[in-house]
T-cell receptor
Framework: QKEVEQDPGPLSVPEGAIVSLNCTYS??????FMWYRQYSRKGPELLMY????GNKEDGRFTAQVDKSSKYISLFIRDSQPSDSATYLC?????????????FGTGTRLQVTL | DTEVTQTPKHLVMGMTNKKSLKCEQH?????MYWYKQKAKKPPELMFV???????INESVPSRFSPECPNSSLLNLHLHALQPEDSALYLC?????????????FGEGSRLTVL
């Protein structure tokens, strides 16, 4: 079993839809949770960073973390064609040395006109 | 300004060549990373530098040689690579060296080994 599971998609939605992207994980030591957006042939761009359980909102994006269920989500409201990309969840724990991100496999999202 | 700059953006090299990838950040971050990413896969960690010292080497072959000349710069020296080493090489930095905190990635250097 992988430490982080993420549905690879592809996920296709019409413009204006609400998108829900999810990851589950098995290591209860993870404390820091991130969502990255990656356009084709570009580097990952940090969208959201959350620490421990709870919600965080930034514009059209909302990140949720439920540590009791080992489940994180990213919601995109009013989705736009420019949101078409691969979305990677990532998480890490406090090691005292350096951050080692564990990534999900990524979900490809296509927002159609 | 959260920016990590990588050069070159594209690199083509033969198996006997020696080349280098460069990364620069001016955010005052004390941890810098090299990742390798193959198509349709998530990034894989290669090396971590913390306060300019190598703190993690994920059993990377010696044909990849990292170097951190100062707190803003990170290099990856390449020698005698194989075609399977063709990938997107990503540099990242973070303010924290403890495992906390988010990583900021550069746009990557796309390497093709012939």
């Amino acid at each position: 079993q992988k430490e982080v599971e993420q549905d690879p998609g592809p996920l296709s939605v019409p413009e204006g839809a609400i998108v829900s992207l999810n990851c589950t994980y098995s290591n209860s030591a993870f404390q820091y949770f991130m969502w990255y957006r990656q356009y084709s042939r570009k580097g990952p761009e940090l969208l959201m960073y959350t620490y421990s359980s709870g919600n965080k909102e930034d514009g059209r994006f909302t990140a949720q973390v439920d540590k009791s269920s080992k489940y994180i989500s990213l919601f995109i409201r009013d989705s736009q064609p420019s949101d078409s990309a691969t979305y990677l969840c990532a998480m890490s724990r406090n090691t005292g040395t350096a951050s080692k991100l564990t990534f999900g496999t990524g979900t490809r999202l296509q927002v159609t006109l | 300004d959260t920016e990590v700059t990588q050069t070159p953006k594209h690199l083509v090299m033969g198996m006997t060549n020696k080349k280098s990838l460069k990364c620069e950040q001016h955010m005052g971050h004390r941890a810098m990373y090299w990742y390798k990413q193959k198509a349709k896969k998530p990034p894989e960690l290669m090396f971590v530098y913390s306060y300019e010292k190598l703190s993690i080497n994920e059993s990377v072959p010696s044909r990849f040689s990292p170097e951190c000349p100062n707190s803003s710069l990170l290099n990856l020296h390449l020698h005698a690579l194989q075609p399977e080493d063709s990938a997107l090489y990503l540099c990242a930095s973070s303010a924290w060296t403890s495992g906390a905190g988010e990583l900021f990635f550069g746009e990557g250097s796309r390497l093709t080994v012939l």
